[in-house]
């Protein structure tokens, strides 16, 4: 059972990863098959902390800065399986990247069959 609160942490998760998230297929030339990528990076760690603790899933990464004017940037990521259950979460609550989250579900729904 999702709770209207649940349902409201999930789309302002998905709000987040419409618009500042990247989800993709990335290919990558020592695999033979892409890797399913969702994250969010952004220079506020609690926003970040907070997508972790809520999702249970994926990983922080902390970011060093590469010029000094810059402000340190924190990820969350999930790939792989992990993804692929962020996507089935979120996709319903996703505008933008709706169908990219569509395109990690079947992904793994043809390599199954």
């Given at each position: 059972q999702v709770t209207a609160r649940k349902k409201t942490t999930l789309a302002y998760i998905g709000?987040?990863?419409?618009?500042?998230?990247?989800?993709?297929?990335?290919?990558?030339?020592?695999?033979?098959?892409?890797?399913?990528?969702?994250?969010?990076?952004?220079?506020?760690f609690a926003t970040i902390h907070w997508v972790h603790q809520k999702m249970n899933?994926?990983?922080?990464?902390?970011?060093?800065r590469a010029n000094l004017k810059h402000n340190r940037t924190y990820l969350w990521r999930a790939t792989n399986r992990q993804?692929?259950?962020?996507?089935?979460?979120?996709?319903?609550?996703?505008?933008?990247?709706r169908k990219r989250m569509r395109e990690i579900i079947a992904f793994?729904?043809?390599?199954?069959l």
């Open positions: 709000g987040l990863i419409d618009a500042d998230g990247y989800v993709a297929l990335v290919k990558d030339s020592s695999r033979p098959n892409p890797v399913p990528t969702i994250k969010l990076e952004m220079t506020d899933i994926g990983a922080l990464y902390s970011h060093k993804a692929l259950k962020v996507a089935k979460t979120l996709e319903k609550y996703m505008l933008l990247k793994y729904e043809k390599k199954a």
